[in-house]
Structure formats: structure tokens, C-alpha cells
């Protein structure tokens, strides 16, 4: 009857237990995804809540350096950049949160610099693009 008894307030005890610490505060990022130059032309499905994080580096080869501009979102009801740059090395990073539901297009634009005297870029700007479905 002991035994019984004490296996009960056992169970008891441990279905009342609240858990003394709160929750952490970046609890409430679900996620992130990390994004770099090879991103390019990616779809992503994300949920509100969730970060992406963005490191764009610069290229450099046959006398040529392409540099990038920070990336940019077209929907700011859906996603919100929390921080970017360009670096002095030409690369550009982001922060960027879901926010809301729908979908975003999140881009950076690759500029070419000569590098070689009497060099011409073949072409001046590239695209970068990234699609967010945010749920």
C-alpha cells in the first residue's frame, strides 16, 4: 500500500512540474537559413518567424572584380531586413527576418570593376535572386 501510494505522489509530483526557467528569447526564431553566392535563383518556403542570413563575397578573376550592393527585399510586409552592409572588400551581408505571410523576392545586384588596364567587363551588372513563400 506504501509503495502504491508513494508511486502516486511520484507521478503527481512530476505532472505538476513547471519549468523554472523562462523561455529563452530567441526562442521565437524558428530557424535559419543561410544564404551565399551560389544562392542565386533559389525558392525557399519559410515560416513567419524564421531569419535568413545573407554573406555575398566578392569575385575576382581575368581582370575583373565584381563587388555586390546589400541585399534587399521587395515585400517589407513579408520580410524585414534587421541589418546589412557592404563591406570595403566588395562582399555585402543581411539579416533578414519573415514577418509576415506571402511571398518576397530578396536581391543584390553584382557590379563589375575593371581590374587590368585596357580590361572591359563583358557585362557591367548581374541579378541576384532569392524567392521567399512565407507561411
Known amino acids: 500500500m506504501l509503495g502504491r501510494t508513494l508511486l502516486a505522489l ?15 528569447a530567441d526562442a521565437a526564431v524558428l530557424a535559419t537559413t543561410s544564404l551565399t553566392n551560389a544562392s542565386d535563383g533559389r ?8 531569419q535568413i542570413s545573407i554573406r555575398l563575397r566578392p569575385v575576382r578573376s581575368n581582370g575583373e572584380k565584381w563587388t555586390w550592393n546589400t541585399p534587399v527585399a521587395s515585400s517589407a510586409d513579408v520580410l524585414t531586413r534587421t541589418e546589412g552592409r557592404e563591406a570595403p572588400d566588395g562582399g555585402a551581408t543581411a539579416d533578414i527576418r519573415v514577418d509576415g505571410a506571402g511571398q518576397s523576392d530578396i536581391t ?28
Do not use: K
Request: hydrophobic share 35%; glycine share 2%; aromatic share 4%.
Open 43 to 50: 525558392t525557399l518556403s519559410l515560416r513567419t518567424g524564421d
Open 10 to 24: 511520484a507521478a503527481l509530483t512530476t505532472a505538476l512540474v513547471i519549468p523554472s526557467a523562462p523561455p529563452d
Open 108 to 135: 543584390a545586384q553584382r557590379t563589375c570593376t575593371a581590374t587590368r588596364p585596357q580590361h572591359r567587363c563583358r557585362h557591367a551588372t548581374f541579378q541576384w535572386r532569392v524567392t521567399v513563400n512565407a507561411h
